[in-house]
């Protein structure tokens, strides 16, 4: 069965260092998302992405974050320079649906990020 | 008014109970309805979606209800496998850009007791 990876399964960083978490989406999906969830709490939007581009953002998806599909199949996110509160876990996720209603999610495993 | 808010529980049924979660959500114009099963420390998976007459599956039943702006899930003959936190989750129609997005809720609680 079709699934979304996601590298690495558990970073731990430095405060200030810039993190790239990676994912590969089912290969014929053509929206990419990510979510995080900080411990205890509610799986929360960060952003969507759809022909190589971002096509929406929450409050959270500030300029210390970005998004890049480099090679066709990867999927990243990037956090500039991290901080305490950004550590959670990332779930990429990815679905096939061609537009109009949302249609089910895809989720990777996560990466669990620790900022220290 | 949250976006989507639930019940937190924890919910503590024995095997074999009838259990119900409810969700409800502040946006009319979301027009896609799931639930979602998440296990601890886990990806959250598609349990159903709901649908606006109301649908089953198994031992699960989903409904809908558009005036109320209300979601529910019934479990029914509740297994120990069952025990996991289960997601209401909404579309909200995006402000901008074509991909839609899912808003979840903070999840209840289930622990199936033996």
């Known amino acids: 069965e079709p699934e979304v990876t996601q590298t690495p399964s558990h970073q731990v960083t430095q405060m200030g260092q810039e993190v790239i978490l990676r994912c590969v989406p089912i290969?014929?999906?053509?929206?990419f998302y990510w979510y995080r969830q900080i411990l205890g709490q509610k799986v929360e939007f960060l952003v969507s992405f759809y022909n190589n581009e971002i096509s929406e953002k929450s409050e959270i998806f500030d300029d210390q974050f970005s998004v890049e599909r480099p090679d066709g199949s990867n999927f990243t996110l990037k956090i500039r320079s991290t901080k305490l509160e950004d550590s959670a876990m990332y779930f990429c996720?990815?679905?096939?649906?061609?537009?109009?209603?949302?249609?089910?999610?895809?989720f990777g495993e996560g990466s669990r990020l620790t900022v220290l | 008014r949250k976006e989507v808010e639930q019940d937190p529980g924890p919910f503590n049924v024995p095997e074999g109970a009838t259990v119900a979660f409810n969700c409800t959500y502040s946006n009319s114009a979301s027009q896609s309805f799931f639930w979602y099963r998440q296990d601890c420390r886990k990806e959250p998976k598609l349990l159903m979606s709901?649908?606006?007459s109301g649908n089953e599956d198994g031992r699960f039943t989903a409904q809908l209800n558009r005036a109320s702006q209300y979601i529910s899930l019934l479990i029914r003959d509740s297994k120990l496998s069952d025990s996991a936190t289960y997601l209401c989750?909404?579309?909200?129609?995006?402000?901008?850009?074509?991909?839609?997005?899912?808003?979840f809720g903070s999840g209840t609680q289930l622990t199936v007791l033996p």
């Open positions: 996720a990815s679905t096939g649906w061609t537009g109009g209603l949302a249609g089910e999610l895809f």
């Open positions: 989750v909404v579309n909200i129609p995006p402000s901008s850009g074509s991909a839609r997005q899912l808003t």
């Open positions: 290969s014929n999906h053509l929206y």
């Open positions: 709901v649908y606006s």
